[in-house]
């Protein structure tokens, strides 16, 4: 499974971006998809998580400004971020779950960097 991120950028704070990952190969299995994060210095943090029914999960953090999304047909999954805080800052990676396999997949990940 390949997964490649796209979307990230500079942002002043309250602006949006979205972000879009496209995932290729053995993903014909039940899978959740998501992202997180990473900031310099912290661990890597789930920002929100969507499965294949459409359920989704979010980080307190983002409640409220970001939405997950996905096409299944297309193998894509989307997070629109609005109202942007310097605190968001990090890179963001897009996850594959197989819940059979419960195996995890990730994206090289993309830089978003909320500044005035």
């Known amino acids: 499974v390949q997964l490649v991120e796209s979307g990230g950028g500079l942002v002043q704070p309250g602006g949006s971006l979205r972000l879009s990952c496209a995932a290729s190969?053995?993903?014909?299995?039940?899978?959740?998809m998501g992202w997180y994060r990473q900031a310099p210095g912290k661990q890597r943090e789930l920002v929100a998580q969507?499965?294949?029914?459409?359920?989704?999960n979010y980080a307190d953090s983002v409640k409220g400004r970001f939405t997950i999304s996905r096409d299944n047909a297309r193998n894509t999954v989307h997070l629109q971020m609005n109202s942007l805080k310097p605190e968001d800052t990090a890179v963001y990676y897009c996850?594959?779950?197989?819940?059979?396999?419960?195996?995890?997949?990730w994206g090289h990940g993309t830089q978003v960097t909320v500044s005035s």
């Open positions: 996850n594959l779950m197989k819940l059979l396999s419960r195996t995890n997949y």
């Open positions: 190969g053995s993903i014909r299995s039940l899978h959740n």
């Open positions: 969507i499965t294949s029914g459409g359920s989704t």
